[in-house]
């Protein structure tokens, strides 16, 4: 990989083998760069099957929607400098002049081929299906207007979030599924990918053509540390400017340091214990090989019950965070569900309770028997490499066994966690979600027709399960144009999926976030949150280049395989080639 323009002279450098990185005291790199700890898996960079927020971090920078969600959670223009609806029809009309990276134009060609495309071909369809499944025709009446028809009235913007891709390079991908998208990519936003190593770094570079103008800074590098200690150690040093996914005593060991800020937002987030209540294929076919015991809702329920969520939060998270039942956060407080009249409370005493009375004997040894008469065992996975969710498994361990039921505890990561989840070879896994400003997309991941179309298929859907009655409680919320009649629909939604008890959520963690506030600035927050595209959108360098000549370069991670490069006579940036430590969301 090549980040420097040219090359500094140095007169020594110091290998630190134990970190992977060479330091040295020497000049600034000539670009002003923002370089964020990379907080989960990047699953895919192909914008029509990534679904980690990891990954669309990423693609977000790189291919801009008609629309996108603004800093304060309305629809703002991207692409479209504006719109109009009238009942089903939804007009569009473009930016002037606008570009693709390459310096193509970006015209309504390349958004009606971006539609036809998810449309016609369920492949493209697992990031953003939900997008244009009330669809009905899209046309271009001119090269600077689309003109959507959905087939109901509906609430949501049909386009908003919605990436753009340029047709006149994907029109030549011949299985544009599995294209992996990271050979010099063409884009629309700010940035666009320069070059990527899987579980390593992902450099991007600013694009020229964009159109609100060029980005302040010269690209955003997003690079894997073995552990959110090492990123924190990194951002004291200089070398990241922007962590996100610290722990509270991470967090906390930051206050006062000389250059950080801290940044504490209302959770727009939740982690849970997705279970496996019998997983199936989009048709319903089963696939893997989950507990059978799971598969009664009276057992998921009773394991609800028995998990302290208040301690979760105050063990875990240090008070950074709050309780609650639904998958939507009280970071989006127009659709957050916590109604105390279905929600049961904390009580393993309820919880053993119910057990006994549905007929799970509790065998000498302490662990009740299931229907087969066999031990209940129940494995459940998590990543290791999570600090918050390794505490959590050892509570959620302990509080299983109090009312009879064994965890086999499976520490790994989230490649193969992905694996098990994309074949059903799990019972339960410690999971988490980020949540955009409108409920749907969060709806719509737990439709039958979310499932995958066949075991090992890439799909958003978390828990794999199927209600015909949340299928319809989601369509009539997505054409529910009345805000206060839609908020019911989806309250009932949500309070369906939680007596299913497939979702379990264990907190809402509120994002502890710090960033190099002498390095950059002017990080636009999302609902608080800067680990987000308005903030690697708007950031700019606090200082010029030659303001900086007489400071010692920062120690920058470039990947370079199992080894570390060093050159006498030469700055060479390594990127540390580690898993992630952060949750995916």
Known sequence: MRYLKQFVAISASLVLLGQGTVATAA????????????????????????????????????????????????????????????????????????????????????????????????????????????????????????????????????????????????????????????????????????????????????NPEFWRGAPALDGVHFIVYKNTDAAIQALRTGELDLVGGMTTAQYDSLEGVDGITQNEALSTNYSNLSVNSGAADSSGNPIGNGSVTLQDPIVRQAMRQAIDQQMLVDRVLGGHGSIGAGIIPPGRPNWYWDDSSVVDPYSPDEANASLDAAGYTMGADGIRLGKDGNPIQIRMSYNAASTANSQSAEFLQSWFKGIGIGIIPQPTDWDQMSKDLAEGTYDTFINGWGVGIDPDYMLSINLCSARPATAGADSPAGEKWCDPEFDRLYLEQHSETDEEKRKVLVDQAIELQYTAAVAIILYYPNPLQAYRSDHVTNLTPYAGDIDYYWAYADAEPVASVDDKADSPARLLPVGIGGGVLVAALAIFLIVRRRKTAADRE
């Open 27 to 206: 000049t600034v790199s000539p670009e002003a760069v923002m370089r964020v700890n990379l907080s989960g898996t990047i699953d895919s960079l192909n914008p029509f099957t990534a679904s980690n927020q990891a990954a669309l971090n990423v693609l977000t920078l790189q291919y801009e929607s008609l629309a996108r969600s603004g800093p304060d959670g309305t629809n703002v223009p991207d692409l479209a400098s504006d719109w109009t609806v009238d009942d089903t029809v939804w007009t569009y009309h473009l930016q002037p002049d606008l570009k693709w990276s390459d310096g193509e134009p970006l015209t309504s060609k390349d958004v009606i081929w971006t539609l036809n495309e998810i449309l016609t071909n369920p492949a493209l369809a697992t990031q953003n299906g939900s997008f244009v499944d009330s669809i009905d025709t899209v046309s271009a009446p001119d090269a600077d207007t689309v003109e959507i028809v959905t087939m109901t009235a509906q609430a949501t913007n049909p386009a908003a979030g919605l990436m753009i891709v340029p047709e006149h390079i994907w029109s030549d991908i011949a299985e544009p599924d599995t294209y992996e998208n990271t050979d010099s990519p063409v884009g629309s936003g700010p940035y666009v990918l320069e070059s990527y190593e899987r579980g390593g770094a992902a450099i991007m570079k600013a």
